[in-house]
């Protein structure tokens, strides 16, 4: 697992900026990760 801020730059690599409305950011790294995931 990693930190969520490569978890924030990994997801924004992939064009994911946003979740639901809000900035990646502002989530916790257990749902950034479970993102990073589905994205695959």
């Known amino acids: 697992m990693g ?3 490569w978890y924030v730059k990994q997801l924004k690599d ?5 979740l639901e409305g ?3 950011e502002q989530y916790k ?3 950034l990760a ?3 995931k589905e994205t695959k």
């Not at 992939?14 to 946003?18: E, L, M, Q, S």
Request: hydrophobic letters at 30%.
């Open 14 to 18: 992939r064009g994911i900026r946003y």
């Open 34 to 36: 479970y993102l990073y």
């Open 3 to 5: 930190s969520k801020g």
């Open 22 to 24: 809000s900035k990646i």
């Open 29 to 31: 790294a257990h749902v």
